[in-house]
């Protein structure tokens, strides 16, 4: 069911999920099995729980295309060189939907099989605003280690008191701001409108986002706005072996 129409949010999203079986720490990982499924199929339905309309998985290779299918999922192959998710998505939107029928597009990472399905809601919701292009997801660091942690990516954020929606400034993996207050973990999880996906694609890579290795830069060098709302808790991403266990851990206490 897509969300009920509002005078300035896109009214006809579309999620769509990138997967690809080459990850260097963790090969073959949208196909781990996690509690009998998998990984990609758990992060499918926690798509589909967000109740946003059409979801699809766009696929590097055929064998995660079977896997999708399956289970009764949509899934569309896309080129296999692609160097970020970004560019899956975008491809997929276009074989999916030449004719522009979506207005916004949820990209939803195919390493969160314990995503809560408010949180695409809660990105989505950013777009309300019009000013708006993206929408984004962070919460309160609270392990002092991550801090300095260049794999936690933090988002420097512009709020009005007492909001838990803002504007992002910048995104660095390096510990910032500088002095007292709260650091905030971005979340890679992204809804974009669909004018703002196709101008982003269409942008060279930008000097800071070579730098930092976050491509979400590339939007901010070029003007476009990113907003970010704060969420509680971050969801498991599956990089490792080590977090493949403990997405089978989690997953597995739910359904006893």
């Known amino acids: ?6 005078d300035n ?8 999920i990138p997967a690809r079986l080459k990850s260097q720490r963790l090969p073959n990982k949208p196909l781990a099995d996690i509690v009998g499924a998998p990984m ?3 992060v499918l339905r926690r798509a589909e729980e967000a109740a946003l309309g059409r979801v699809v998985v766009a696929c590097a290779e055929p064998e995660i295309a079977e896997a999708v299918t399956a289970v009764g999922g949509e899934a569309v192959l896309t080129r296999p060189d692609h160097q970020s998710g970004s560019d899956r998505i975008y491809e997929a939107l276009l ?22 399905p408010d949180l695409p809601r809660r990105a989505l919701g950013l777009l309300e605003n019009p000013a708006v292009d993206i929408g984004t997801l962070a919460t309160e660091i609270h392990v002092d280690s991550e801090c300095e942690d260049p794999n936690v990516v933090k988002a420097v954020v512009s709020y009005e008191a007492g909001a838990r929606d803002g504007r992002a400034l910048y995104f660095t993996r390096a510990r910032a701001p500088s002095g007292d207050g709260i650091l905030l973990h971005h979340i890679g999880l992204y809804a974009y409108r669909r004018a703002a996906l196709e101008r982003f694609i269409a942008l060279p890579a930008s000097p800071l986002e070579a730098r930092e290795r976050l491509e979400q ?8 706005r990113i907003d ?14 080590r ?10 206490a739910q359904e006893t």
């Open 1 to 6: 069911m897509a969300p009920s129409p509002s």
């Open 9 to 16: 949010g896109p009214v006809n999203p579309i999620i769509i």
């Open 40 to 42: 990609i199929v758990h």
């Open 95 to 116: 074989r999916l939907d030449a004719g522009g029928q979506y207005d916004a597009v949820i990209n939803i990472q195919g390493d969160l099989p314990t995503l809560a």
């Open 217 to 224: 830069l590339r939007a901010l060098e070029a003007g476009m």
């Open 228 to 241: 970010v709302t704060l969420v509680d808790t971050v969801p498991l991403g599956v990089d490792t072996p």
């Open 243 to 252: 977090d493949l266990e403990q997405a089978r851990n989690i997953l597995g």
